[in-house]
């Protein structure tokens, strides 16, 4: 499936999401199924229940797709709410809000926090985005699918000195694209770690629900070891006070929103960009000249 690429605007994802239900007997009954009730009460999903004002979600609720997550561009805004079936055999199991991503992709989980955690894990789909999430402490992003891994990255700041779990499932599909993501992020100075799924389940979710969120959360975080699939490259610390190579493109990237700010929302863009951009400086990835 190709990466869509016309942008959702934000304050629609976001308004559609406040109007979704807390509570629907078969969204629940699906989460306790897969040992993920504590994301109910931790607000990390809402039900699409119907009733909600948008044609769109309405017949998506009345197909079986009750499950939504909130996913967030690079900026931090939400840009699009992902939805999955709580039908077997569903196909395709989850959609995403019709417009698509946003350019620099989107990611699911604790987006904001991510840019400056010691230690974030990287996952992929709603399923074990929500997984990683019963870990204790853990700050977890997640990409809708294997064919956006690639754009976490972009999420992560400078994640020189930092540590990064990846989560990977047990399949090539996502091996290669983890592999991949692995190499971009040595090349900017972060600690590589994995989390190994055991070869008896073919994901982190189907982990957690086989033996309960509990013992997952003790079990899981003993299974992190360094990623050991290919040598670190050798990196050479940037100066003092010097503008990372992610800074400079995601600042390019706020100043070209700026200046595409549709009529009527110059100054709402204006000021998520700024705060991006402040961002930026506080994250030591871009550097204020004097």
Avoid at 128 to 142: K, P, Y
Avoid at 146 to 161: D, I, Q, W, Y
Avoid at 172 to 189: T, W, Y
Wanted: with cysteine; hydrophobic share 35%; glycine share 12%.
């Amino acid at each position: 499936m190709s990466t869509p690429v016309k942008e959702v605007e934000p304050a629609r994802a976001a308004h559609l999401w406040e109007q979704l239900s807390r509570h629907d007997e078969d969204g629940e009954k699906y989460l306790a199924g897969r040992g993920l009730t504590s994301a109910v009460e931790l607000d990390f999903v809402r039900f699409n229940v119907g009733g909600t004002g948008s044609f769109e979600l309405n017949a998506r609720a009345q197909a079986g797709y009750r499950i939504a997550v909130p996913a967030y561009g690079t900026d931090g805004e939400m840009a699009t709410l992902q939805l999955r079936s709580v039908r077997s055999g569903a196909d395709p199991a989850k959609v995403s809000l019709k417009g698509g991503y946003p350019d620099g992709g989107v990611a699911m989980g604790a987006v904001k926090e991510a840019r400056q955690a010691k230690r974030v894990y990287l996952g992929e789909g709603i399923a074990d985005t929500l997984a990683l999430r019963t870990i204790s402490g853990a700050t977890v992003i997640g990409a809708p699918g294997a064919e956006t891994l690639g754009k976490l990255a972009s999420f992560l700041g400078n994640v020189r000195g930092r540590e990064v779990v990846l989560c990977p499932q047990n399949d090539d599909a996502s091996g290669k694209p983890f592999a991949e993501l692995a190499r971009e992020l040595r090349s900017r100075g972060a600690t590589v770690l994995k989390l190994t799924t055991s070869a008896a389940y073919k994901d982190p979710a189907e982990w957690l629900q086989a033996i309960g969120p509990d013992a997952f959360g003790r079990t899981a975080p003993r299974a992190i070891a360094p990623d050991t699939e290919a040598e670190p490259e050798p990196q050479t610390a940037p100066a003092e006070g010097e503008t990372t190579e992610e800074g400079a493109r995601e600042l390019d990237d706020a100043c070209q929103k700026i200046e595409e700010a549709p009529k009527g929302q110059g100054s709402l863009t204006f000021d998520k960009q700024c705060f991006r951009i402040g961002t930026l400086v506080a994250g030591s990835e871009l550097a204020l000249k004097k």
